[in-house]
């Protein structure tokens, strides 16, 4: 009778092992499938930043192009050109308001040129300056496109980060939260249609 009892026991105790071996080993399943995405996402995130940084340097570059162009024709315009000219794109680690001011920035240049070519008849039917404005309205496509891939990305880490049970991972992975990209304040404004 001892030997049934004893041996009843060590199968209950191997049926117990097994369960707690398969509950471990399901957690750190877990842990570690959950600490990969979450760093997968990090990398989506800054591949998606670099997207940005490479529509910004397009439109730079660009800009710096319909400046030379504006150049001829708007002599008196020194302060626009001067302002363009002395803009420095942000370095791609650099923190994404930076970016944003550096993204506004050149938005307001454009804008400015643009009314320095309404001045201004011949450059408005220069082929150069007709060629150039279609390709900043391909480079700002991408960029939006840029945008809207990189924002949706910090959606999903962001909401990875905060939801439970993942967040215990982030929290000890130490993962804070990412800025979204934010739109330009003009561009939030209302829009004045006139006829």
Request: charged fraction near 25%; glycine fraction near 4%; proline fraction near 2%.
């Amino acid at each position: 009778m001892n030997n049934t009892l004893l041996d009843v026991g060590v199968v209950i105790g191997i049926v117990v092992g097994a369960i707690l071996l398969i509950l471990i080993i399901g957690i750190v399943s877990w842990w570690i499938s959950t600490s990969n995405r979450l760093k997968k996402e990090q990398i989506k995130i800054d591949e998606a930043a670099s997207g940005i940084d490479v529509a910004l340097t397009k439109r730079f570059d660009l800009l710096t192009k319909a400046v030379a162009t504006v150049k001829g024709y708007a002599k008196h315009e020194q302060e626009t050109l001067t302002n363009v000219i002395s803009m420095r794109r942000p370095a791609s680690n650099a923190p994404m308001k930076e970016k944003e001011n550096f993204a506004n920035a050149v938005t307001k240049a454009f804008d400015t040129i643009n009314v320095v070519a309404e001045q201004y008849p011949d450059l408005k039917a220069n082929t150069n300056f007709l060629a150039l404005q279609n390709q900043i309205t391909e480079v700002e496509e991408q960029l939006q496109a840029a945008r809207r891939v990189y924002n949706s990305n910090v959606t999903v880490y962001n909401q990875d980060i905060v939801v439970f049970p993942s967040s215990i991972v982030a929290n000890h992975l130490r993962c804070v939260k990412r800025d979204f990209f934010e739109a330009e304040e003009a561009k939030r404004q209302d829009v004045k249609i006139e006829f």
